[in-house]
């Protein structure tokens, strides 16, 4: 990959082509990546980016870098921060969706090793519409000022799709069913130092 002011992008055919040779980072959250994740990939979820920038750098220094999540948008934000800090990254078109659709395994933990965790998108959705119903239950039964909640919700949803941005799913990303553990942050950071 060549030094780019913009992160460039690998579709599934041509990351599957160069797994065998790209240090992969899934930026999911721990949940989502034990549901199933590319070969070899190590969990670094996006808000742990920051944190893991040298070991980041060290991987990208000896080898191309492929950041992964679900549909390629986290990983597109992650590599946007990664390139502000000098690491050149790639991103894959359309994340572990779009993986899975074109017929790549994805591995997945023994059962015993599994945190069953919806994925990201599903708590969100799940939040926004019991926000909603909620808003409007009580609204309906309390004082009609509740209503205002599922406003809320619905303008932080435009808001969203307007910006490609969720701060709700930033918010979710914080509680603890959703943290890596503290050892299988730094399995990943030392699987990124030795790669």
């Not at 919806?118 to 119903?133: I, P, S």
């Not at 943290?179 to 730094?186: I, N, T």
Request: hydrophobic share 45%.
């Amino acid at each position: 990959m060549t030094v780019s002011p913009t992160p460039s992008a690998l579709g599934t055919h041509q990351a599957r082509s160069r797994l065998d040779e790209l240090t992969v980072i899934d930026v999911r959250t721990p949940g989502e990546y034990a549901g199933g994740h590319l070969p070899g990939a190590v969990n670094v979820p996006l808000d742990h980016v920051r944190r893991a920038l040298p070991e980041i750098r060290q991987a990208a220094e000896r080898g191309d870098v492929l950041v992964v999540c679900a549909s390629g948008a986290r990983s597109e934000n992650a590599c946007k921060l990664l390139a502000e800090q000098g690491v050149t990254v790639a991103t894959l078109t359309g994340g572990t969706g779009a993986w899975a659709a074109a017929g790549h395994e994805l591995h997945r933990p023994a059962a015993c090793e599994t945190r069953a965790t919806w994925g990201m998108e599903r708590q969100v959705r799940f939040t926004a519409g019991a926000l909603v119903l909620l808003g409007l239950l009580l609204g309906i039964l309390v004082h009609p000022a509740f209503q205002l909640l599922s406003a809320g919700v619905a303008g932080g949803l435009v808001f969203s799709a307007l910006t490609d941005t969720c701060g709700m799913a930033y918010v979710l990303a914080k509680l603890p069913h959703n943290r890596p553990r503290a050892a299988d942050l730094e399995t990943s950071l030392a699987a990124l130092r030795g790669r």
